[in-house]
């Protein structure tokens, strides 16, 4: 499959990747910009082809039947959201109950224009104590770019000023949806 992948994603498609995907066991990945489904299908090829699983949350009642085991085969990880629990503990149980977890998500949220980022991912990785890691899906210049591993401080303000300096540039699927 990852032959298949790549074969897919550098031949057929024309994609680059620039940077490589750390070997660590547990991070929380962002994604951005999310701005078209297609980025599930470039996600979905590109987690093949540096070959490591990547996990996402989803709201429980994805995990029922008919396709719930489909959600989980590709790493989905049920997220009870009705009850009055805090998000982010919850997740970071997640984190601590496994030997590896790497929890991808948007920090848009959605994949409509906003003015600024969630910062659940943030809380998430300091919560979990784990680093994260950048990705960018550029469909401007057809190329998935991956950061080093970069841990959370207690300066939020700074650490989201880099988070935004690695995605200057970086054109979606949709540009007028991107931040």
């Known amino acids: 499959m990852r032959a298949l992948a790549s074969f897919i994603?550098?031949?057929?498609?024309?994609?680059?990747?620039?940077?490589?995907?750390?070997?660590?066991?547990k991070c929380v990945i962002i994604v951005a910009p999310h701005t078209s489904w297609v980025d599930f299908v470039i996600g979905l090829l590109i987690r093949k082809i540096v070959n490591q699983k990547i996990n996402f949350i989803g709201k429980k009642s994805l995990f029922k039947p008919p396709f719930g085991w489909l959600f989980r085969y590709l790493g989905g990880t049920p997220?009870?959201?009705?009850?009055?629990?805090?998000?982010?503990?919850?997740?970071?149980?997640i984190f601590d109950s496994r030997e590896e977890f790497r929890l991808s998500l948007s920090p848009e949220g959605t994949r409509?224009?906003?003015?600024?980022?969630?910062?659940?991912?943030?809380?998430?990785?300091?919560?979990?104590?784990?680093?994260i890691v950048m990705v960018?899906?550029?469909?401007?210049?057809?190329?998935?770019?991956?950061?080093?591993?970069?841990?959370?401080?207690?300066?939020?303000?700074?650490?989201?000023?880099?988070?935004?300096?690695?995605?200057?540039?970086?054109?979606?699927?949709?540009?007028?949806?991107?931040?």
């Open 136 to 179: 960018a899906f550029d469909f401007g210049k057809k190329e998935v770019k991956i950061s080093d591993p970069i841990w959370p401080t207690d300066d939020k303000e700074a650490d989201f000023r880099t988070y935004m300096e690695f995605y200057k540039g970086v054109e979606g699927k949709i540009p007028e949806y991107g931040v």
């Open 112 to 131: 409509k224009k906003v003015d600024k980022w969630r910062s659940g991912f943030y809380y998430i990785a300091k919560a979990a104590k784990v680093p």
């Open 9 to 25: 994603y550098f031949r057929l498609m024309g994609w680059k990747q620039k940077g490589s995907f750390p070997n660590i066991p």
């Open 79 to 93: 997220v009870d959201r009705s009850k009055n629990e805090d998000t982010v503990a919850s997740i970071s149980r």
